[in-house]
């Protein structure tokens, strides 16, 4: 699995690249390969009409030695291309255009090359835009969805975020997880399973997780395998351990004892999310009397405080 960003505009840090930031970091997350070209830092010169590249069987076959020759290998070899640019005249920025005009060489529709380099490959489009969206993106858009028809591309969809105030409309939440949700997609589209709970308990925190489980007559000192466990057990100690981490806590991988003792220490002085995470974590899986009872306080504490995380979860145990 691999993914090709190229980022279209003439700004490498401007807004369209700030709108890359999730989307690479989501990548970075799922454990995806991925390549994010800059074309701004890139020379692609325009297609020169030429044909050449229509008689080069089995091969890109522009005679333009510039970047161009590297991006076509990178499309070639990535099973998503995302092409995330700023909308300008109402269609893609110059360098944006260079690139996909120097597509040709990949389909081989007009010369004695039959064989298309790229078809069956998915694009997706991140874009960002001063108009409305139905306005400013539609032809741009539409140009993609009819070069994926012509060149037997897999055109996924496109996530657009409109720039009013510049690179802040592009970290609101709103567009953080608008970015998010638009990456899941692509990585599904390519095959790409979210994890399970255990599983991204036991990469993020490996012995530990083990450790800080309940010992059931499933969890033995030998085994491996994380135990079949409610999905809220994992929560409660993955969120906990996190947290000790955020606030400076070094996990040592072996015994997660510490950790909790940590953020119980926090909760003691009256940190509320370190109150909420760890009356959760005893809650959830605790059966000492002692140690309930300074759950039930250090929760009371932060539904008081208006700690909204402990708020939901008391109504949700009283409802039980
Ligand atoms: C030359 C130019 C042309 C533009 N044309 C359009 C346009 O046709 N429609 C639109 O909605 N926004 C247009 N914009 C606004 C940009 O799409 C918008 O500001 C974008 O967020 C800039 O992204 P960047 O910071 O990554 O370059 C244009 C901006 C420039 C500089």
């Known amino acids: 699995m691999r993914i090709l960003i190229l980022l279209g505009s003439p700004n490498p840090a401007g807004c369209t690249a700030e709108l890359c930031k999730p989307l690479r970091k989501e990548l970075n997350t799922a454990g995806v390969e991925f390549d994010y ?3 701004a830092r890139k020379s692609v010169e325009p297609c020169l009409g030429c044909s050449t590249c229509q008689n080069a069987e089995g091969a890109y076959g522009c005679p333009q030695q510039d970047d161009m020759q590297d991006i076509a290998e990178k499309i070639i070899a990535a099973d998503c291309v995302v092409l995330a640019c700023p909308i300008y005249t109402w269609y893609c920025p110059t360098a944006m255009k260079s690139v996909l005009d120097r597509t040709y060489g990949l389909s081989k529709n007009y010369g004695t090359a039959k064989n298309s380099l790229w078809a069956g490959k998915k694009i997706a489009l991140l ?3 001063g108009y409305d969206h139905d306005y400013a993106c539609t032809p741009f858009e539409t140009g993609i969805e009819c070069l994926c028809k012509h060149a037997g591309l897999e055109y996924l969809g496109s996530y657009s975020v409109r720039d009013v105030h ?19 997609m692509i990585l599904r589209s390519i095959g790409w399973e979210e994890p399970s709970l255990p599983e991204i308990a036991e990469d993020v925190f490996p012995e530990a997780v083990t450790s800080a489980l309940p010992k059931t007559s499933e969890t033995t000192a030998e085994e491996t395998d994380l135990p079949d466990l409610p999905d809220e057990v994992y929560y409660s100690v993955l969120e906990l351990l996190s947290y000790a981490q955020a606030t400076g806590f070094k996990l040592d991988g072996e015994s997660t004892v ?5 953020v119980c220490r926090l909760a003691d002085h009256g940190d509320n999310d370190a109150r909420f995470l760890a009356a959760r974590y005893y809650i959830t899986n605790s059966d000492d009397d002692r140690d309930l009872q300074r759950a039930v306080t250090w929760l009371e504490l932060a ?8 708020l939901n979860y008391y109504r949700s145990l009283q409802s039980e």
Not at 303 to 310: D, F, I, S, T
Request: hydrophobic residues 40%; charged residues 25%; without cysteine.
């Open 37 to 39: 070209i800059a074309l």
């Open 127 to 129: 874009m960002t835009h």
């Open 166 to 184: 510049g690179k802040s409309d592009m970290k609101t939440p709103e567009a953080v997880e608008g970015v998010k949700a638009f990456t899941k």
């Open 258 to 262: 510490p950790a909790v003792k940590h």
């Open 303 to 310: 539904v008081q405080a208006g700690h909204k995380g402990a």
